[in-house]
């Protein structure tokens, strides 16, 4: 439910309809809109249902939310979020861009790599130091070696680092050196990771699993936004199909559907939708045309020499490219305001 306050509302007002929520064992939360407050309701409503919100001095009306993702719904959050990350504004209408090795293999490898992907313009390194992998036998990552060379590529280029944390242990220690902790696809319904994250106090992006539906995806947002954490962004990184050409399926539909349910920024990996790097230059475009808020690829100074998903790591000529067209891409966006959410 969310409680729509009148524009002229005072402070008293909200406070006294915070006070009413909380004394029926609920957390509210405020959010501010550009005429009016609205207080959000968290919680069991049926504990606030003989509560006379609408008599009270400064309230317009009730509304109640039908999403099972409360805090992720656009229904609760009218205005599209815009998540901070360490100076970096990912949803502001400006794609970000987030690339690098699937997997930090040594300190050379990575520093390369970094120095492309900030002289081609990216905002966020990204590299495995922790590497949930489909065999037990392939390359794991280097953990806490990595996360250290990837605090050291921080240092040397500016640029902001997203890596993934597979476990609930794990969570701690990966903070401390990352600005932004990625929840992978193989994760995404790892409940207790999810709360975990949702208390770590960094940024999140979340990955959308392997087989899940949208619904499913908001709801394990949801898990995260519980635990007081609202720094949350979706991911759009293909979906299992019966189509064997590529890795996975692409759903670019999903990013029109995310804007329309959740307000929370959606960004799009063509690099894992695909599996193929030549499909991810037009599948990049077409994230973005979709509005997508930005895009994760993969980027390996030798793709042939990759420890892990060579196949689909752009080399750095390709990148360069790709960063071209899309920042054509996006300025095209912005100036004929073709999709305005």
């Known amino acids: 439910m969310v409680i729509i306050m009148n524009p002229d509302a005072n402070r008293e007002n909200i406070e006294n309809v915070i006070a009413a929520i909380e004394a029926n064992g609920l957390s509210a939360k405020v959010m501010e809109g550009s005429t009016q407050k609205i207080v959000g309701v968290i919680g069991d409503k049926t504990r606030i249902a003989s509560v006379p919100f609408d008599a009270m001095d400064g309230v317009e009306s009730t509304v109640s939310i039908s999403k099972s993702y409360k805090l992720a719904s656009r229904e609760f959050h009218p205005a599209s979020s815009i998540i901070n990350v360490d100076g970096v504004n990912i949803g502001d209408g400006t794609p970000v861009v987030m690339a690098g090795p699937c997997a930090v293999e040594s300190k050379e490898q990575l ?40 605090a050291k590529a921080k240092e040397r280029t500016g640029l902001k680092i997203v890596t993934e944390v597979t476990v609930v242990e794990a969570v701690e220690l990966v903070a401390q050196y990352a600005d932004m902790l990625q929840v992978g696809a193989r994760n995404m319904q790892n409940f207790g990771l999810l709360k975990e994250v949702g208390k770590c106090g960094k940024p999140v992006l979340l990955k959308r699993g392997l087989a899940a539906t949208i619904d499913e995806w908001l709801n394990a947002a949801e ?11 979706l991911c ?49 475009l077409a994230a973005i045309a979709a509005g997508a808020d930005g895009l994760m690829t993969e980027m390996h100074p030798n793709p042939a020499k990759a420890l892990s998903d060579g196949p689909q790591s752009l080399t750095p000529e390709h990148f360069r490219d790709i960063m071209n067209c899309v920042n054509k891409m996006a300025k095209f966006m912005r100036e004929e305001n073709i999709i305005n959410w």
Not at 112 to 135: C, H, M, N, W
Not at 223 to 233: F, H, K, L, R, T
Not at 252 to 276: E, F, Q, R
């Open 236 to 284: 759009e990184r293909g979906i299992r199909t019966y189509e064997t050409y590529t890795r996975n399926t692409l759903d670019l539909s999903a990013v029109a559907a995310v804007k329309h349910l959740s307000h929370l920024p959606i960004i799009v990996d063509p690099s894992h939708g695909t599996g193929k790097w030549r499909m991810v230059k037009p599948m990049a």
């Open 111 to 150: 520093f390369e790599a970094a120095d492309i992907v900030k002289a081609a313009g990216a905002q966020f390194l990204r590299g495995g130091a922790y590497k949930p992998r489909t065999s037990p036998y392939s390359f794991q990552g280097l953990e806490e070696t990595g996360l250290k060379y990837l």
């Open 223 to 233: 898990y995260i936004m519980s635990e007081g954490n609202a720094d949350v962004v």
